[in-house]
């Protein structure tokens, strides 16, 4: 690429405007390349209206502002293959390159732009550079592709939990008496999750244990109590069924829990237990607390509990903050330390013909992926924390790096903290009651939904594919009928939610 970047001529086209060759052949016109970008916008063909729009190596960027202005509610991105023509990146609402990031363009293009984006997105040649560089155009297309697969495996799954998601904050703000505020501190914070990698840290956590807060995913909540470690809190943001599982023991190890609203969690901790309510800014969860009168705690949407429990954790201590067990990697044998609440279900359906090797080298090869988008997710973000966030662990050999996170073991921990001078300003907890009879609740819970039903972001949230549908539509009639049929179901999902009260 070097020794093309290096080979490009610039000068001026008959028109003044600056164009530019390599070896003989012309990026752009040699007569009017303001003009040629133009009839490129014209020339564009959609059969719906896109939300987004790339143009792989446009060069000099003659044909942005003329697709901007064709398609006005479209974001317009470039991909560059090189930094040439990096002078003109400000004509563009987004500049994307293909081999500069810490993660892969497809990573990348998902992380900025998100998956309502990349599902109504169009992708076009600039013919010229698509000739010049051929290697670098299939790359960007097999990565732009990759991005809309997963894009649309993102939307299909909101698709099929959103309601699920919906009638969980219901539950939650109908349910909750005792919510907590915590008040931010300098304490370490040790976050423990569940991979294979804990286990060998237990006796240090345990030895350790009165020089952090300690913050468990739900998951690593059992092998912690099992070993007798009580954790000053658990989290919880999963949404399905099986969240319940690890939360549901009749001998708590723990007196606090932070919940995300829309999560999964049995209705006694909620009766019984101290509970931080988590709300994502912009999700539904946080018009139902409101409404109810119930504080709660900001939270940032992620696809992972872990990277929950850590956006949650720097808002709670300015000081280190370290993840234990996680290793973001499929396992050659359990997938999780044990004992694990999901284990102890799914050891029951095990037989001769199914032995537990068969599933567990089962769950071995499908949970690849999803780590996969987890690791990203911590590559992505590690720049943001590369300064006072820690992967612990007893010298595990990780399969992954997890970008600017840096990997360390507990005698740097123990250097880290017996160097620390100052004394730690504890985290603070305030406590509230949530008051109401369940009938007043109701209402108020039933009437703030029924307002929400009629907002673009109760359709974005709750109906992701129909939403999507209805903003590429290009005929009003299609985009009538799309409407009316979600009319229909939203009155059927508020009847649903009804009963559930």
């Known amino acids: 690429m070097e020794a093309i970047e290096s080979a490009l001529s610039f000068e001026a086209s008959r028109s003044g405007e600056l164009t530019c060759s390599f070896q003989g052949k012309y990026f752009h016109s040699k007569y009017n390349p303001r003009t040629e970008g133009e009839r490129f916008a014209e020339n564009i063909q959609a059969d719906f209206s896109p939300l987004c729009i790339f143009v792989l190596e446009p060069a000099l960027s003659y044909c942005a502002p003329y697709i901007k202005k064709r398609f006005p ?20 609402n987004h500049v994307f390159y293909l081999k500069e990031g810490k993660i892969s363009l497809g990573e ?20 010229a550079t698509k000739q010049a560089f051929p290697q670098e155009n299939t790359e960007s297309w097999n990565e732009i592709k990759k991005s809309i697969l997963k894009s649309r495996d993102v939307i299909a799954t909101r698709a099929y939990f959103s309601k699920r998601w919906l009638k ?23 976050i423990t999750a569940s991979g294979p990698s804990l286990g060998p840290s237990l006796p240090f956590i345990k030895e350790n244990r009165k020089r952090f807060f300690l913050i468990a995913l739900s998951s690593s909540y059992l092998p912690l109590s099992s070993y007798g470690i009580k954790a000053d809190m658990v989290i919880s943001s999963d949404g399905g069924y099986w969240a319940k599982k690890h939360l549901d023991f009749p001998q708590k190890q723990t007196e606090l829990f932070a919940i995300e609203a829309e999560g999964a969690v049995p209705r ?15 999700g539904l969860e946080t018009d139902f607390l409101k409404a109810v009168g119930c504080p709660f705690m900001i939270s940032e949407r992620n696809g992972t509990v872990a990277g929950t429990a850590l956006t949650f954790a720097a808002t709670m201590t300015s000081g280190p903050i370290y993840l234990c067990g996680l290793d973001q990697a499929a396992s050659p044998a359990f997938q999780h330390t044990q004992p694990n609440a999901l284990e102890t279900d799914n050891a029951r359906r ?3 013909l199914k032995p537990v090797e068969t599933r567990i080298s089962a769950s071995r090869f499908n949970s690849s992926s999803v780590l996969e988008i987890y690791r990203n997710w911590f590559i992505t973000v590690s720049p943001r924390f590369s300064k006072n966030v820690f992967r612990l662990s007893d010298n595990y050999h990780y399969e992954y790096a997890l970008g600017d996170i840096r990997d360390i073991n507990w005698d740097d921990f123990s250097r880290k903290e017996s160097g620390n001078n100052e004394v730690p300003k504890k985290i603070k907890m305030s406590e509230y009651s949530v008051s109401g009879k ?33 903003k590429r539509e290009l005929s009003d009639t299609k985009a009538q009928n799309l409407r009316m049929n979600l009319a229909e179901k939203t009155r059927k999902l508020l009847s649903e939610c009804s009963k559930l009260l």
């Not at 998902?110 to 040649?125: M, V």
């Not at 039933?446 to 999507?468: G, R």
């Open 438 to 470: 369940k009938e007043e609740r109701r209402e108020k819970i039933l009437k703030s939904l029924a307002e929400l039903s009629k907002t673009q972001k109760f359709i974005d949230e709750v109906f992701p594919m129909e939403a999507i549908l209805i």
């Open 168 to 190: 969980n904050s219901i539950i939650f703000a109908s349910c909750i008496k005792k919510a907590c505020i915590l008040a931010k501190g300098s304490e370490s914070i040790v």
């Open 73 to 92: 509610e479209a974001l317009v991105c470039a991909i560059r293959f090189t930094r040439a023509f990096s002078d003109s990146d400000r004509e563009w």
């Open 108 to 127: 990348e293009l998902f992380s900025t732009l998100g998956e309502e984006k990349l599902c109504a997105s169009l992708s076009f040649d600039w013919p």
């Open 350 to 352: 095990d037989f001769r």
């Open 268 to 282: 006694h901790i909620l009766a019984e237990d101290a509970v931080i309510p988590l709300a994502y800014p912009d």
